[in-house]
């Protein structure tokens, strides 16, 4: 596993992110970053990266959601 931490004080050269609420970015073999992934509460941000990764679903797809307080429900994707 790799792992980069970026912080604002990072020496010239290096790539920073331009968000201060990135402090620590990590870089996982697939079936990990699936797995972690899927653990994420929320379908608007889970479903998509976790269809698109392993190639099940198109890079690119629309994904058309319904939010009514904390449920979220698939409505469409194309």
């Keep these: 596993m790799s792992v980069l931490r970026?912080?604002?004080r990072s020496p010239a050269g290096f790539g920073t992110?331009?968000?201060g609420?990135?402090?620590q970015a990590a870089f996982f073999p697939l079936p990990d970053a699936?797995?972690?992934l899927g653990e994420l509460d929320s379908a608007t941000q889970r479903d998509p990266?976790?269809?698109c990764l392993p190639g099940a679903i198109a890079p690119g797809t629309t994904w058309l959601y319904r939010n009514r307080g904390k449920?979220?429900?698939l409505v469409a994707r194309w």
Excluded: M, R
Aim: aromatic content about 0%; overall charge negative; hydrophobic content about 35%.
């Design 21 to 23: 609420d990135i402090e």
């Design 17 to 19: 992110p331009k968000d």
């Design 49 to 51: 990266i976790v269809g």
């Design 6 to 8: 970026a912080s604002p």
């Design 34 to 36: 699936l797995k972690l």
């Design 71 to 73: 449920e979220e429900t």
